[in-house]
C-alpha cells in the first residue's frame, strides 16, 4: 500500500517567493496533520484536519501560513511570502477512523524547505 | 497543557546489547495514548511502538518492549540485541483519548548510537 506521499521532496527558493507543499495522504485515512521540525523546536504540529475540516490550527506560526484540504486525498501548506526562519523539515501524516482505539499517525517523508 | 520530556539527548550501546530509552509525561488526562517513533538519518518518521494508558499490560513489538508505569507518568523504551539499522533519533508522543484533539505531542528526541 502507498504511504503518505508529500512533494516536493526538497525545496530551495529565495526569501518572500511563495512555497506550496503537498500532501496525499492514505487512501481511507480521515485525518491530517501537518509538522514542521526544526532543530530548536523539535516537531511542532501546525494544523489538523479531520474528515477535511481544519479542526486545530493554533499552530500556525502566522498569517503566511494558510493550508488547505480541497478533498479526502490532498492537502496543500502554504507560506507566503516566505522567510528564512521558515526554513525546516515539513512533514504530513494521516492516520484512519477510529479515535478510541488510538489510530497512530503515518509519516510521509517530509519536505525540506530551504529559504535563501 | 500536556508535556514529554525526553531526559537523554543522546545514547550509546553496543550491538548485540540493550539499552533502554526514558520519557517522562504530565497530563491530568486518566485515558491517553503513547508512542514511540523512530527517525534514521533517512528521515522518516516510523511508529515503533504504542501503548493505551488503560492496559497495565507493556506492549511488545519483537525486540522493542516499553516499561509503562502510569502512576509515574513513565513510559520507557527497551530494545534488545540492539542492531546497527536501530541507530536513529527516537521520539516519545503522547496523544489524549478523550476524542477533543487528535494532536500528538512529541518530546526533543534521544539521539541513539550503535556500535559494531
Known amino acids: 500500500d502507498a504511504g503518505v506521499i508529500q512533494s516536493p521532496r526538497h525545496e530551495v527558493t529565495e526569501m518572500g517567493q511563495e512555497v506550496t507543499l503537498r500532501c496525499k495522504p492514505i487512501?481511507?485515512?480521515?485525518?491530517l496533520f501537518w509538522y514542521r521540525q526544526t532543530m530548536m523546536r523539535g516537531l511542532e504540529l501546525l494544523i489538523y484536519f479531520n474528515n477535511n475540516v481544519p479542526i486545530d490550527d493554533s499552530g500556525m506560526p502566522e498569517d503566511r501560513f494558510s493550508a488547505k484540504m480541497p478533498n479526502a486525498s490532498f492537502s496543500t501548506l502554504k507560506i507566503q511570502p516566505s522567510e528564512p526562519r521558515d526554513s525546516a523539515v515539513y512533514f504530513c501524516a494521516s492516520s484512519a477512523p477510529g479515535q478510541g482505539i488510538g489510530q497512530p499517525q503515518h509519516f510521509g517523508d517530509g519536505t525540506r524547505l530551504s529559504i535563501l | 497543557a500536556q508535556t514529554v520530556t525526553q531526559s537523554q539527548p543522546e545514547m550509546s550501546v553496543q550491538e548485540a546489547e540493550t539499552v533502554t530509552l526514558s520519557c517522562t509525561y504530565d497530563?491530568?488526562?486518566?485515558?491517553?495514548?503513547l508512542f514511540w517513533y523512530k527517525q534514521p538519518p533517512s528521515r522518516q518518521m516510523i511508529l515503533v511502538i504504542r501503548q493505551e494508558a488503560y492496559k497495565q499490560q507493556n506492549a511488545t513489538e519483537n525486540r522493542f518492549s516499553v516499561n509503562f508505569q502510569k502512576a509515574a507518568k513513565s513510559f520507557s523504551l527497551k530494545i534488545s540485541d540492539s542492531q546497527l539499522g536501530d541507530a536513529a533519533m527516537y521520539f516519545c508522543?503522547?496523544?489524549?483519548?478523550?476524542?477533543?484533539?487528535?494532536?500528538?505531542?512529541f518530546g526533543t528526541g534521544t539521539l541513539l548510537a550503535v556500535q559494531p
Open positions: 487512501s481511507g485515512h480521515n485525518s
Open positions: 497530563t491530568s488526562e486518566s485515558d491517553y495514548y
Open positions: 508522543a503522547y496523544r489524549s483519548a478523550s476524542g477533543a484533539t487528535n494532536k500528538l505531542i
